[in-house]
């Protein structure tokens, strides 16, 4: 169990290709004492998340935190890339597991995989995992940060794992299509006795609704599985309009917060708080 002193900053930070929020708390009560929420357009000419992590590095100089102040990390679904492998019967090692995943992200996006820090989740060898990537040199930019500033990097995760693994008491063993919304991205996990068996990732739009149905009922038609429970996770959203069909059953998830920083631009930032 990690303990704070009183007096111990907590930086929780969001980071995507268009937008950048941030609040930074306070000793043992967690009080908010900052907080910073922008937007940005992503540079043609530069990676996707460079801008974003320059815009981090002016936050962090402005707020001057302590030393050794914690910072956990979360990464929007635009910078992250994901693919399943399927399970095995013989177990593999983690060096031999780490290049199984390589070797599938190479056959769907080739050579550039080659640049990128591969995570993968950890399941029995029998079963699907998740396995995630972001570009290496935005890790490493990170990492300069954390020594720049003299800080404690506690976690990075892209947003879909760490909202995954902050409901799971919610989710458990369930047989759903679980959803997760982002300012920009949409997520399907297919689940089964709660692993993840595939993921969808797709642009999030005012016609999310619809896109929602087309990806449910094309992945029942592929796998001829019967319909599944709905779970949805959508802090970015006040309500849900014009809910997806009533042939799937639906499950509103939330994380519960008494903090109304946590709401609106700062919602990315529940499932680290």
Known sequence: MS???????????????????????KGFSKKIVAKHHESYEKLASEPPWKLGIQRLDIRLEALELPENSQISLTIASDLVRYVILPGHEIAMSSDEKLGYALASFREIYGAAADS??????DTAPTQPSLACAIDLSMYEAIIELEQKYK??????????????????SSIKKANASFVIIEQTRM???????GICQQVYIEK?????????????????LLTNQPSKELMIYAPILNSIKNEPSNRFSHKRLSVKTSNDALHSDFAMLETLA
Not at 4 to 25: E, F, K, S, T, Y
Not at 187 to 193: H, I, K, S
Request: aromatic share 12%; with cysteine; charged share 15%.
């Open 3 to 25: 303990l704070l002193w009183p007096n111990q900053h907590q930086l929780l930070v969001a980071i995507g290709a268009q937008q950048l929020c941030l609040i930074m708390r």
């Open 116 to 121: 990128w820090k591969i995570s993968i989740d």
């Open 151 to 168: 800080l404690k990097l506690k976690s990075v995760q892209p947003y879909l794992m760490t909202t995954f693994n902050k409901l799971f």
């Open 187 to 193: 997520a399907t996990l297919f689940l089964q006795n």
């Open 204 to 220: 999030f739009t005012n016609d999310w609704q619809a896109s929602l149905e087309e990806t449910l009922s094309r992945y029942q």
